[in-house]
């Protein structure tokens, strides 16, 4: 099995990589991004969720680390070494991939990106979209070609509902959830509601340009866990996969560790 770890702005995601491919996620967990931890205490708390779910670290083949957040991307791979004795392969545009990029500068690339767009262009029909419903909601734009197009970057749906609460004075703080209703027949439906239906309006539009663009069918695939809340929100067919960025470190471990 190897130790996958996705280094995101609000949360540290733990997968574990196993099967033919290494394409079986066989455990998933997650941390609270802390950008002031030390190897430490990053390393004790791996350990103390690692333990609960039964996972020897030293048993681990290998490690994969994805990240976002430049300053822990050393801290972590020093954690998982302490833990498993194995260096950590770390994710950038100048490993193998399957990808050609047609962006003006591949090396900032969002690492979660290349690894999104990489499962897309192994497992779903091209060219693709894929939406990543996280702190930033990142679209990324695969060519029939297996070229990366670039996309868009928003700001996710949590974000923005935290900045207009903090921005006025009536509006409360709310927690997202599906909603039963389009129209919102108070405040808090109206604020989730417009998030939901809002998100999943922006992921259509921009889908139906972007295939208007290409001139050909599009895929679209959605991950993140607001995803479940705005797919039924869509118009147009979307395909959920709450594990490709796993699946994407799996591939690309399996084009490059030696």
Same mark, same amino acid.
């Given at each position: 099995?190897?130790?996958?770890?996705?280094?995101?702005?609000?949360?540290?995601?733990?997968?574990?990589?196993?099967?033919?491919?290494?394409?079986?996620?066989?455990?998933?967990?997650?941390?609270?991004?802390?950008?002031?931890?030390?190897?430490?205490? &990053?390393?004790?708390?791996?350990?103390?969720? /690692?333990?609960?779910?039964?996972?020897?670290?030293?048993? $681990?083949?290998?490690?994969?680390?994805?990240?976002?957040? +430049?300053?822990?991307?050393?801290?972590?791979?020093?954690? !998982?070494?302490?833990?498993?004795?194995?260096?950590?392969?770390?994710?950038?545009?100048?490993?193998?991939?399957?990808?050609?990029?047609?962006?003006?500068?591949?090396?900032?690339?969002?690492?979660?990106? %290349?690894?999104?767009?990489?499962?897309?262009?192994?497992? &779903?029909?091209?060219? !693709?979209?894929?939406?990543?419903?996280?702190?930033?909601?990142?679209?990324?734009?695969?060519?029939? *070609?297996?070229?990366? /197009?670039?996309?868009? #970057?928003? +700001?996710?749906?949590?974000?923005?509902?935290?900045?207009?609460?903090?921005?006025?004075?009536?509006?409360?703080? #709310?927690?997202?959830?599906?909603?039963?209703? %389009?129209?919102?027949? *108070?405040?808090?439906?109206?604020? *989730? *509601?417009?998030?939901?239906?809002?998100?999943?309006?922006?992921?259509?539009?921009?889908?139906?340009?972007?295939?208007?663009?290409?001139?050909? +069918?599009?895929?679209?695939?959605?991950?993140?866990?607001?995803?479940? &809340?705005?797919?039924?929100? $869509?118009?147009?067919?979307?395909? &959920?996969?709450?594990?490709?960025?796993?699946?994407?470190?799996?591939?690309?471990?399996?084009?490059?560790?030696?």
């Amino acid at each position: 099995m190897v130790l996958s770890v996705d280094i995101g702005n609000s949360n540290i995601c733990i997968g574990g990589l196993a099967g033919a491919g290494h394409r079986e996620i066989a455990f998933t967990t997650r941390m609270v991004t802390r950008p002031r931890c030390t190897v430490d205490e &990053y390393a004790a708390e791996m350990k103390f969720l /690692l333990h609960r779910l039964a996972v020897e670290p030293t048993a $681990c083949e290998g490690v994969i680390v994805c990240s976002v957040v +430049p300053r822990l991307t050393g801290v972590l791979a020093a954690a !998982c070494k302490r833990l498993t004795g194995k260096e950590a392969l770390i994710v950038s545009c100048e490993l193998d991939t399957g990808l050609t990029f047609q962006v003006d500068e591949p090396a900032k690339v969002g690492r979660d990106r %290349l690894a999104d767009a990489a499962a897309a262009a192994a497992h &779903y029909p091209l060219p !693709c979209m894929t939406v990543d419903l996280g702190t930033a909601t990142t679209y990324n734009v695969i060519s029939a *070609n297996r070229e990366f /197009l670039g996309g868009f #970057i928003v +700001p996710g749906v949590q974000t923005s509902l935290r900045a207009i609460s903090a921005g006025t004075a009536q509006l409360p703080p #709310i927690a997202p959830e599906p909603p039963e209703h %389009l129209i919102g027949a *108070n405040t808090v439906a109206a604020l *989730n *509601n417009g998030a939901m239906f809002g998100t999943a309006a922006q992921l259509d539009g921009l889908a139906d340009r972007v295939e208007a663009e290409l001139g050909q +069918p599009l895929t679209v695939v959605v991950t993140g866990g607001l995803a479940p &809340y705005i797919t039924p929100c $869509c118009k147009r067919k979307v395909i &959920y996969d709450a594990d490709l960025l796993f699946k994407g470190l799996a591939l690309i471990w399996e084009k490059n560790h030696l």
